[in-house]
């Protein structure tokens, strides 16, 4: 399927739910062209020449974090990083005051990462700037999603009936909330299995199955999306050890055999080797789990283009 | 009045103390001109290309260190950050050693914010870099009160005759000082309020009168400039408590009424909301406060664009 | 000796060991027309434009970090500043797994700093881009030594039969080491003193020698070279007191007059004053301290653009 839509219908990107399929083609199709400035040996096009973007993590990243910066910077954007420490939100300084303040100096983007659901939709409700939705708590990661979709579409040719199974920590994850609102819209078939205190109660209501062990969701899977232990985000442990949950819950190339044939593996980073995939999945011929990141590039440049776009079209 | 200087006299603004009342409005002109860029699809010109600008910030900030990058950035200056953290200063290194080391690099401005007083003006006397204070301990923050003169003057039409409180923490405050420099030399009237405590002794010498509550210094006041408790400045608490402080110096819509018709409401942020201002008040109709942020860019850019000039015709 | 060689052989600079006499002319001399570059009032040249940077800094570092990014805003690269704090470091991911996925972000070359000798090798081994090598443990430190051949050549005009003494914290240095590769392979006489403590075995194998005094090492000496006491790197004192090891090592005026005549003084930074160095040696006629990190930025200017080079030329 190809994009029928020539704009985003938003200034923001705070979720992949709000967005319609010819939205996610869209940025996906806009994404390929972008796929190809970086392999060039001058990766830089004029495009955001001017216009200032404002990196604003309030939670700690690496690859999101700087993803976004270089794919500013490929667009001639200027960019301005500001986190939360050694910042005025250290004196106790309120996020819509912050965020005000911010505005008052003219950004015409901010990427914001906040560990509060929500946040990235009260700035967009508030300021006139595009607000692009870096992460907010486990609320959702759009650009993830996208890069994921990206992945998928560029290994397997399409995302319509494609069975891909995600596997982990699905009650922490904002990835796997993103993910699940992307993949059903575009009509792939959704397994999701974790251990018990890991999933959310009645998350079938949002169109996706539900197993009980990993045999189970690799069995047919032509996409194995293993998540993150994200052990940061935990008050407590949920399961009695690491060793147990690889024992259970990682992936291993044995058990990956389960998948079907050509199938892929992916992550959306940082892995922990050893605990949700051994590292012979891992570094292994099925995983594609570098594109992705190499892909996140541009599918960042095409959402910072369109909403761009959109942007200049209304001043 | 408008300038009739034509460049200012140093290469470095150290404080508003060693301005004249020309170069002052000369800064003022200028960044009028610049405040239109800042409303420009490309908001950028390429007046300091080429040019290096360090931001040597000792001290946490948000909007000076923001504001002063982004001006620098829609000058086209290459700009660098470096902070105490993760720098050879934790190792022990002196300003001095630090200054003179990034000296060495060639750079063409440095802005500094530090917590000792005096330093800027050491650093000015000792490189031939253009040295701009970013404030310094509880001194000078001449950016701050050029921004503040500039919102007042667009405003209310001329500095000269206006009726300017400034209420709340007097002593720790080098905001308030910069802005007594500059309003007394541009002929405004200005009134100081503040619990005794926080009240400096022979503050008159500076040309200022003294009030001793919030209502007398709100009577016939033309601009209301709240200040910050800066708690992190304060080695003990000098007053009771913040709901103390709020009952008796805080600012509330019933109290403004006291002020003139068309008064207008400053604060140099961060704010304590319901410390010394209150909410209705920080985002009522006589709230300058964003404004002075959205002005603080076009100052900032006034500043580096005279500094710069004066020096490419030095060299 | 004017450089025979018109490319490097590798893509990377990891150490001095791997350079020829002729690379390491090369880049000096390709640095004497960038030294040029700094001192136009634009100091811009378009070299590198649309190439990424990577600056992978995992430890501490002030002048090394800052002259890098000055050196690539010169060259108009883009520049990414990646530290271990507020990273994925931090949630345990590996040194290989950080650059694999900032590979996938396809930089055109990362400049590194690491705790860990090796590590520099270890990533240029593993990924395509160019690895500059910015200091990995007590190993090397190659841009330092080049910037210290630099100055030894452009105050002494030659480095071949030079007197070279070394002094200080020996086994701990990652500068000493470069320095000695790089002295001996230019024919340059190198000497080494500290305390027995501060002295590896063996080192005398390097081609160098060694004595007991600091008396002994000026005795003759072109060039003195005093060595930061990296108390960081110590697990604890190796020598009595601070005071102590002025009295036995500290350089002095009265020390220095054993030096050849037109002796230079050099240290890599920063300086502990009055524990190595007094401040009268540090900012007397004869330091080119401050000329050193001048030197700096040009060095770094002609390893970018060597390596770039030869790497545009592979692609």
Redesign the interface.
Known sequence: MRSQATALRSKDLLGIEQLTPEEISLILDTAEGFREV???????VPTL????V?NLFME????TR??F??AE??LSA?T?N??A??????????LI??A???????PDMIVIRHKHPGSPKMLADLLPASIINAGDGAHEHPTQALLDAFTIRERLGRLSGVNVSIIGDIAHSRVVRSNIHLLTKMKANVTLASPPTLMPAEIEKMGVRVVHSLDEALEGADVVMMLRIQL?RQSKMTFPSLREYFNTFGLTPERLRRANGGAIVMHP?????GVEISSDVADGPCSVI?????N??AVRMAVLYLLAGGH?QE?
Chains 1, 2, 3 share one sequence.
């Open positions: 970086s392999e060039r040996p001058i990766k830089k020449r001017g216009q200032l404002i700690a990243s690496t690859r700087v993803s910066e270089i910077k490929r200027d301005l500001f986190s420490s050694g910042s005025s939100v250290e004196k106790g300084e309120t005051d912050t005000e303040n911010l505005m008052a100096m003219q940061e980073g940082p892995m922990n080797r570098l594109d992705q990141v190499t996140g590039v200049l001043s």
